[in-house]
T-cell receptor
C-alpha cells in the first residue's frame, strides 16, 4: 500500500460527459502528479501540483483540468469526454522525503467512455 | 523536451533465463529511477541511481547507471514468474516534468 488513495476505482460514462477523479496523497507529501496510461502506452504525464500551485504541465488536453486543495488532495476534471479518453488515470505523490523525488502511485482510476 | 528511450518494448523469457532492459537519454541525467508495474497494478518504485557508474543490487535485480549518466539498465538474473510486469525507467525532465520511458513488458514462461 503506497499510502496514496484514488477514487473511484472504476468509472463508466458516455461521450460528452464530465467526470471528476479524486486523489489523496501520502501523508506529508506536497506534490501530486496526474498520469494517463492507455492500452500499450506508457505513462503520459498530465500535470503536477505542489502545495496547491500548478508546477508543471505535460500533455494535458484543454478539456482536462486539475486542482489541488488546501488539504492537499487533488481532483482531475475531464470534460466533453471522447472514446479516446478511456484509460487508466494514475495519481502519484512525492515530497515528504526531501532527498528524493520518488513518486508513490495510487491504485488508479479506470475510465471507460462508451 | 527530454525523452528517455527504453528498449525492448516486450521481452519473452523462459523461467530461469536472464532479462535486461535499457534506458537511454540524449542528455545527461541528474538521476534515474526504476519502477515496476504488475499486470493490473500501479507503478511501484524500485530504486534511484544518482552517481556516475553506480551499480545497485536488490536480490536478483542489478541496476546500473552509465558513466556519462545518459543510460541505465536493469538486469534480472534467473527470472521467476513473480518478475512478470512492466519495468519503467524515469528521469527528471526540464521544468519539473518527469519523463518515463515507454516501459519493457516482461513475460515469463514457466
Amino acid at each position: 500500500d503506497s499510502g496514496v488513495t484514488q477514487t473511484p476505482k472504476h468509472l463508466i460514462t458516455a461521450t460528452g460527459q464530465r467526470v471528476t477523479l479524486r486523489c489523496s496523497p501520502r501523508s506529508g507529501d506536497l506534490s501530486v502528479y496526474w498520469y494517463q496510461q492507455s492500452l500499450d502506452q506508457g505513462l503520459q504525464f498530465l500535470i503536477q501540483y505542489y502545495n496547491g500551485e500548478e508546477r508543471a504541465k505535460g500533455n494535458i488536453l484543454e478539456r482536462f483540468s486539475a486542482q489541488q486543495f488546501p488539504d492537499l488532495h487533488s481532483e482531475l476534471n475531464l470534460s466533453s469526454l471522447e472514446l479516446g479518453d478511456s484509460a487508466l488515470y494514475f495519481c502519484a505523490s512525492s515530497g515528504r522525503d526531501r532527498r528524493t523525488d520518488t513518486q508513490y502511485f495510487g491504485p488508479g482510476t479506470r475510465l471507460t467512455v462508451l | 523536451g527530454q525523452q528517455v528511450m527504453q528498449i525492448p518494448q516486450y521481452q519473452h523469457v523462459q523461467e530461469g533465463e536472464d532479462f535486461t532492459t535499457y534506458c537511454n537519454s540524449s542528455t545527461t541525467l541528474s538521476n534515474i529511477q526504476w519502477y515496476k508495474q504488475r499486470p493490473g497494478g500501479h507503478p511501484v518504485f524500485l530504486i534511484q541511481l544518482v552517481k556516475s557508474g553506480e551499480v545497485k543490487k536488490q536480490k536478483r535485480l542489478t541496476f546500473q547507471f552509465g558513466e556519462a549518466k545518459k543510460n541505465s539498465s536493469l538486469h534480472i538474473t534467473a527470472t521467476q514468474t513473480t518478475d512478470v510486469g512492466t519495468y519503467f525507467c524515469a528521469a527528471p525532465g526540464g521544468s519539473y516534468i518527469p519523463t518515463f520511458g515507454r516501459g519493457t513488458s516482461l513475460i515469463v514462461h514457466p
